[in-house]
């Protein structure tokens, strides 16, 4: 069998000849990036022939055979009978699995302090009597005794199976653990020194988040991001969603976040000398289509209409039927979805913020990331929606979009007169491509500079090096091919532009339309906690001026962080967070944004920068 | 490396040098008797060598090479450096994992009948709307309001991931399977048709029974019996926690009973063509021991002082963490044991008996195996203990004894006159040896003719051909060597006549003490209920000749079969058992006898046939 060698990387595997490039990659663990799930309609899985040759497809479906030197898509090329090599494009290879510098750090600033924990399973320490004879009591009635009231009602096997020894050894000194239901999941020897672990897991599209807690005290441990590697079969979820219908789709998608998940737990245990078989609880929060997939539940009806997921409240699990590698009586946790397009993830980032908490103003929750979820209220009601932005923001759809990883241009500076622009990028090394807050930025720039109109067209009839014109389209050019870190150029298309406009609509139309539907002026808007990763170098601004925010004071906007994370690790602790989140779940009233006839109007008037109606962007200066 | 062959299986593997040939046949899957463990002691896994040499023990503890032809123990000989083949004498051989002649059916009396079920699960159909737009109703939301309040509050994740499919199929109509706490542990699609089953199992010792069983009418489908593998590792309990204890121990024999317990299974399913996946629910009962090493629980605190097991009542599990091979979250309920040497198969057994039916006569049941377990009571009260009776019964410990299989002789008729028998064998083939109720039928007819003694002495200074003496030994010859199915003779010595006096004595002894314990005679004893496999060849003559049953009139008696299963059975299919067994498990008063000051004293005295106080068996007549 013929052999393929993926670079930079220097990976080389044997498969039949015929096997498809992108499949090849994946099973050689090689990522490549397919945000369309390897449809041929992305353009992004491109790799360069090394040596060898490949077996294309040309425009108009002709096959070929690409030498050495052929730029193909991974998806649409397959393996010969002999060995080749390929080259992966910088921006596509993975960093390594870590995200560019800040985007390492989760958000801690909500813990919970030692006092106040009441963690997902509870933590007893006791002293079991030595058996005696003709008592008649077996090892389990004597813990049982031990424990009165907070005995235990029912035990994981493996517990019983360590407890004849356990209580035979420390004196009789032990620490049990049980879950909500009274279920002895653990028994360790020894009294209440023995530090027992939970997880909070955060599942998003794009990056998994998982933070190691101690339940004793509520100290966050470590935390470990990710990329989820279901990216390599596909950006967003509707693409993920077409990928679960292929023979093993499920599986693979299901292995995919697992073996990211696991890798995550596997190095804070090893970083931090916790053995995994100490980890006794999860809180796991990601939205519906993330859980489906997880539990390897068929996510097609989410899809389609009438989009009907199997669950909205995933009854608990232990960590052995859902695949987490740590002690497999585990409690796992999972926080309640709303509905197909608003889940756990929403419900958790809200418990971090005051629409929760009592208050009577009315407050805006976004989650802005491949698909916005918005959550609109105070403490008398919550109303939710979604809305597909589209990868646009996290670098899908967009010809040299990239993410939030070093390379990427995330500010750009444009000179009014000549139109060119200063780029920072993350890491400052050369560009490579463009992150989501770099288009804002860039976008802006251009608006207020008045190289971009309000339609989104650039400024034609001009010497600016910086603008390209080809046909009908014009390209603005952020670095060329000798100032980039690959060889081709980073720019920006009006196709591009258009991708990102129709984003911040999506976003912004959602916004207008909540408030519309409880009769509040955008203006009344007493706060707007932004979460999610996008979020994080958003410059407010610069999404003010695009028409993607609305037009407050900047200091109602708050930028939450990974809200979802926070909200998993208060519902690991507190009892009091976990109830509240039930309540709020039920209170949360879902608006399908699809069957609003009000939403498409609302769209079209936001396909504009900043808006149709400028009466609502009343601090946005217009372009000289 | 060297090879070993076994006949008449003609199997051979390859192991290093050295390997104990007890264990190479366990690794060949050869049985071999070995009811000490292994140990030496039993002198039952006697093989010949066919050809090489194996180096072996001799007298004394010398190490010698054994040639062809010698006769050696497996367990205290080892494979040498070059290939060798043994011959396993037919007597050991298993008989094809079958049981001989009438064996081979469990009790089937007591069944439910249709109207009256109330199986371990709960089966409901119903018919689940379909998905509407803007419902914001899941699939799960939907299915819980079609059940209304027999909504499930949890789910297994396999019927989860099934859950969207099955609804939306044969026109939302499904049935629904949920365990006691209302997890819905299966959903097929379809409405009441679909058939689901249950099994009952009692794991005994010697034998493992396993019934097969419809749940919607509690109709018996099917019944397998098989030794419980785990012989090879000891044929009494003792024998086995022994086991336990060495590396893997505890492994090996939860592999073995698991593995002749799943084979009944695959060949219940096989034969009726069940898929395993439909069985949803199971009935356990097994003594205390044999629970503990299904589970993988240490045993060994059961068998040293003050003799605690790790737990009585174990709580129910799933399929899958059992080991059972029927769909993994079938649920799996633990019949509750009362001590450590009485379990739940005594607790089950009861079921069948008027004991528990509010009957206020005075009862007597008796399980007679390796171990014997009895109960003494009425509707007031019940007493409970156990006693070694030793493997004597079930063929251990007895030089030519044997399981009651093909060629065990289980009936003997001896001339007064001359001292010569007639035997009866199982499968009317040539005596290999004999088996409990054959001893019990020889001992009765050599008391009742007078060529043996109270005192278990056989008549000397005679010319029976039947009786030879050796030095301060005899022994009595059943059949030459001729006329055997081996070359060697079946005969008793006066060591074994011992063995078997010390077996019904200790059961006696039990009886006597427990009675005594109450302040009642034996003969107010209004009925006795005789379990187990020994209990269905004995002759009830017989054994109170020997005074192994008390005298009184015979109609008393009644033998109530595999009793463990039936109420396995029971409890699989009725509520009002499940909790009836639960609550009588609560009243039965343990009695250590090893503790009990009289039981020696009622045990030397029962040391005679029938027993040194011969007003305890008026019907039996003195000797001629």
Redesign the interface.
């Known amino acids: 069998m013929p052999s393929i060698q993926f670079f930079p990387a220097n990976i080389t595997i044997t498969c039949g000849p015929g096997t498809d490039l992108l499949d090849a990659a994946r099973k050689a663990g090689v990522a490549i990036d397919a945000p369309c799930g390897g449809n041929g309609t992305c353009g992004k899985c491109r790799v360069r022939v090394r040596s060898g040759t490949v077996k294309s497809i040309s425009v108009g479906g002709m096959p070929f055979d690409a030498p050495e030197g052929t730029v193909v898509l991974a998806c649409r090329s397959r393996l010969g009978d002999n060995d080749a090599a390929v080259e992966i494009p910088k921006q596509h290879t993975d960093t390594g699995g870590k995200f560019a510098g800040s985007c390492e750090q989760a958000d801690q600033a909500v813990t919970i302090g030692p006092g106040h924990v009441s963690p997902l399973v509870e933590t007893r320490a006791t002293r079991v009597a030595r ?11 004597r813990l049982c005794n031990a424990l009165g009231d907070a005995a235990p ?5 493996e517990a ?2 360590v ?3 356990t209580v035979r050894g420390s004196d009789g000194n032990v620490t049990v653990t049980m879950d909500d239901r009274k279920r002895m999941i653990a028994i360790a020897s020894g009294g209440s020194g023995h530090t027992q672990y939970g997880l909070a897991i955060d599942i998003g599209t794009t990056t998994i988040a998982v933070m190691l807690v101690s339940l004793a005290d509520g100290e966050i441990i470590g935390v470990k991001t990710d990329y989820n590697e279901q990216i390599s079969c596909g950006l967003d979820i509707i693409s993920r969603i077409n990928y679960a219908r292929r023979e093993h789709g499920g599986d693979d998608l299901r292995n995919h976040v697992l073996n990211a998940i696991n890798r995550c737990i596997r190095q804070l245990t090893t970083d931090h000398g916790v053995s995994p078989d100490d980890i006794l609880c999860v809180s796991l929060a990601g939205n519906t289509t993330m859980t489906h997939l997880l ?4 996510p ?2 989410i899809r389609l ?13 232990n960590a052995g ?2 695949g987490l590698d740590i002690n497999r009586n585990a409690l796992v946790r999972f926080a309640p979805a709303v ?1 197909s397009y608003v889940g756990g993830d929403i419900t958790s980032g809200l418990l971090g913020t005051e629409m929760v908490s009592g208050d009577e103003q009315i407050q805006l929750f976004i989650d802005i990331g491949t698909n916005g979820e918005l959550v609109l209220g105070n403490s008398d009601f919550l109303m939710t929606c979604a809305c597909s932005a589209g990868p646009a923001f996290e670098g899908g759809g967009v010809s040299c979009g990239m993410r939030a990883a070093d390379g990427a241009v995330e500010a750009v500076k444009v000179d009014p007169a000549t139109g060119l622009c200063d780029c920072t990028t993350i890491g400052a090394v050369k560009p490579a491509g463009i992150c989501g807050s770099g288009m804002i930025s860039l976008l802006a720039e251009l608006v207020r500079t008045g190289w971009l109109d309000a339609g989104g067209k650039l400024r034609r009839n001009t010497d600016c090096s910086a603008i390209r014109v080809d046909g009908r389209k014009a390209y603005y050019i952020l670095a060329s091919g000798a100032q980039s870190a690959s060889d081709s150029a980073v720019e920006l298309s009006e196709i591009d532009i258009e991708n990102i406009m129709r984003a911040k609509a999506a976003i912004f139309s959602a916004i207008a339309l909540l408030t519309r539907h409880i009769g509040i002026d955008i203006e009344d808007l007493a706060r707007v906690c932004i979460a999610g990763g996008f979020g994080r170098f958003l410059d407010i601004t610069d999404a003010i001026t695009l028409g993607l925010l609305p037009d407050i004071p900047e200091d109602r906007f708050r930028y939450i962080g990974n809200a979802s994370l926070t909200g998993a690790y208060l519902t690991l602790m507190s009892q009091t967070k976990r109830e509240l989140q039930q309540r709020e779940a039920r209170r949360m009233t ?1 608006i ?1 944004l699809s ?1 609003d006839p009000g939403y498409m109007d609302q769209y079209s008037a936001a396909l504009f920068l900043p808006h149709t109606d400028a009466g609502l962007f009343p601090s946005v200066k217009k372009p000289q």
């Open positions: 058996p005696e004879k003709e008592d008649g009591l077996s090892d389990w009635d009602e029912d035990a994981s096997l019983l199976q407890l004849a020894r539990l390897g539940l068929p097609e009806h209409s009438p989009y009907t997921p199997t669950l909205h409240r995933v009854p608990p699990m039927e859902t509905g879902y399908d069957n």
